[in-house]
T-cell receptor
Framework: GENVEQHPSTLSVQEGDSAVIKCTYSDSASNYFPWYKQELGKRPQLIIDIRSNVGEKKDQRIAVTLNKTAKHFSLHITETQPEDSAVYFCAAQMEYGNKLVFGAGTILRVKS | EAGVVQSPRYKIIEKKQPVAFWCNPISGHNTLYWYRQNLGQGPELLIRYENEEAVDDSQLPKDRFSAERLKGVDSTLKIQPAELGDSAVYLC???????????????FGPGTRLTVL
């Protein structure tokens, strides 16, 4: 089955700096890759997603890149703000089955 | 529009006791998911429903866990008897249509934090 690895497990950055979180997946049949943000004690919320026919997607300060050959994808947050502090989860979904497999999460701390 | 609703938000029980969680998905969402999230980990799928049919329950520990989605709307997840290792957050999520190929966003509820003593 699918396995998703996520790095780093914790990341501290200064406000205004960029943050990058990386994930690798094992099943080449996976073709949908969402990123969720989970604040302490709250529900996971989708912040951006990418499909396998696209190499990069941007939404304001957030971007995601996908390398299907290497089976890895990354989340990039620019001009980080204190409210970006949260746990970020990557996930991968195969075309058939609609099952999301999540990474273990990255705790992002933005220091002001 | 209300999001996914779950209750209770917190539950503390003794081991070997039964416990049940309830989920009301977003109106019109055909697909409902139950996930378990252990501390410091990502959510893991327990069971997925398409309307009232359980279409993926391969990760559900069937000796003690059961779930139902009567009438294809609300769902309950039950554990009987609970074990210490069942302590976790149980998340419910829903999406418009989970039938493959489908990339509909999954909307999560706030979760039920279960503590088994």
């Amino acid at each position: 089955g699918e396995n998703v690895e996520q790095h780093p497990s914790t990341l501290s950055v200064q406000e205004g700096d960029s943050a990058v979180i990386k994930c690798t997946y094992s099943d080449s049949a996976s073709n949908y890759f969402p990123w969720y943000k989970q604040e302490l004690g709250k529900r996971p919320q989708l912040i951006i997603d990418i499909r396998s026919n696209v190499g990069e997607k941007k939404d304001q300060r957030i971007a995601v890149t996908l390398n299907k050959t290497a089976k890895h994808f990354s989340l990039h947050i620019t001009e980080t703000q204190p409210e970006d502090s949260a746990v970020y989860f990557c996930a991968a979904q195969m075309e058939y089955g609609n099952k999301l497999v999540f990474g273990a999460g990255t705790i992002l701390r933005v220091k002001s | 529009e209300a999001g996914v609703v779950q209750s209770p938000r917190y539950k503390i029980i003794e081991k070997k006791q039964p416990v049940a969680f309830w989920c009301n998905p977003i109106s019109g969402h055909n697909t409902l998911y139950w996930y378990r999230q252990n501390l410091g980990q990502g959510p893991e799928l327990l069971i997925r429903y398409e309307n009232e049919e359980a279409v993926d329950d391969s990760q559900l520990p069937k000796d003690r866990f059961s779930a139902e989605r009567l009438k294809g709307v609300d769902s309950t997840l039950k554990i009987q008897p609970a074990e210490l290792g069942d302590s976790a957050v149980y998340l419910c999520a829903s999406s418009l249509d989970g039938r493959p190929p489908s990339y509909n966003e999954q909307f999560f509820g706030p979760g039920t934090r279960l503590t088994v003593l």
